[in-house]
């Protein structure tokens, strides 16, 4: 029952991240060393709580609540990479801006949002681009 039921969850989720990846609304191109902005939108509100996540290891990449950035998690790898646009969150934009751009990077993202009304989340997938312009070189 509970393997069955595992499968169903796999299955599910497999078939939603082919999904994202098919529609290709979700996926942003990132140059290695190069500044990237991860897109997310949310209806704003009250009481604000953002959270972005790399999904693979559950890796925390950026919060911010109580209307300011909250670091004291972040992953060593993100350290002084990453930021949101303080000016733009009350509109309901939560994109990330992410500097310096590494190829471990890569991968899926999850963006929450919460506030009084209830959350969201969205994911996007970021793929890291580079070594195509030396790879043609030659
Ligand atoms: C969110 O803000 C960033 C930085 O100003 C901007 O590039 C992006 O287009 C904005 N997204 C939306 C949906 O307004």
Known sequence: MTVFRFL????VFHLNFVWNIAR????VSCEFGKNC????T???????????IQTIGNIQVHSFYHNQDQLGHQDQR????TSIFKDQVSSGNAS???TGVEFQDEGRYKCY??????????FINVIV?????????H
């Open 8 to 11: 169903v969850v796999l299955v």
């Open 96 to 98: 990330l801006q992410l």
């Open 37 to 40: 902005i991860l897109p997310c």
């Open 78 to 81: 993100f350290k002084g990479r």
């Open 42 to 52: 949310f209806k704003p509100g009250p009481e604000l709580v953002i959270h972005w």
């Open 129 to 137: 681009d580079g070594m195509t312009n030396t790879e043609n070189t």
């Open 24 to 27: 290709g609304d979700n996926s």
């Open 113 to 122: 949002t919460s506030v009084t009304s209830g959350n969201q989340e969205s």
